[in-house]
């Protein structure tokens, strides 16, 4: 029975660390966050990237803009918000309203505000080994990785879903590491080939949006199991992996929610520190 890779326990050290760091800080690190338009999803993230933020001593300065601006006034906000001094990093939450594209507008954020890892410039030094703000799910999927001691040298990873914020970037950061990584993606299972690669798997990571795409029995004995996934199924949270016959296979696994989730709102709040350390 694998043993559980619980995101909480390891967010909770995390914090520890962050506190301490915000402690040395001259000053108190400001997060802004911007949203467009009214979206309960969205609200509920913000509520809990507030409380985070909050008892890790970061101000959280929300920011509300009508649901009908536009992408240049979009901008212009944005651009305000790079020449304050006393912001340290900058969020866009999602989802925008459709006159808006996300692409275009994060590339408006100053690289060393950009606490999402998301700025071309900063997905770009992931390539050379030398970035500082890391995407947040990527750098949460490389902490419960440490969490179980594997050393990645010459492991076979196979990555499901090759998504700007999830699949790509954790690919390189994995390759870093010099982890033999192989990305799955629509074509593959198209292919009729995404079964074979899950098998050979000895650390799997699953980031798609489908719940039960991944048949617990394909898990290889003993693999690590992360599954990213969030997907609502009859009023409860699943992954993409089939938990209970996964968990029997894996030695490490991540629950559903409680695994992923919880570390990444941390590594957004430690990028900010980061950020704010650098400025
Ligand atoms: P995207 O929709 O952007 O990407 C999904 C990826 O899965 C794409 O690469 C897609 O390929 C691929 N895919 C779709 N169907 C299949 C299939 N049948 N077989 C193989 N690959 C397939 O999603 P995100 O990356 O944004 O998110 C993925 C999941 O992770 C979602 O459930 C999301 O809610 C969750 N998530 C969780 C986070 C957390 O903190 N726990 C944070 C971010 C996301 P193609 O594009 O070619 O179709």
Redesign the pocket.
Known sequence: MAKLLEGKVVAERIKEQIKKDVAVLKIKPVLASVMVGENAGAETYVKSQKKNAENLGIEYQFHKLAADTSESALVEFIQKLNADKTVNGIIIQMPLPAQIDYKKISQHILPQKDIEGMHPANIGKIVFGKAIILP??PA?VMELLKETGVDLYGKEVVI????????KPLALLLLEKFATVTV??????KAGK?EEHVRKAEILIV????AG?IKGDLVKEGAIVID????RVADKIVG?VEFEAAEKRASYITPVPG???P??VTMLMRNLVEAAKSQ
């Open positions: 947040c799910t949460a499901v879903g090759h998504s700007e914020i999830v699949g799955c993606h629509i074509g593959t299972s995404l980031a798609v949006g489908k795409l990213v996934g969030i997907n993409d695994g992923v989730g570390l990444t």
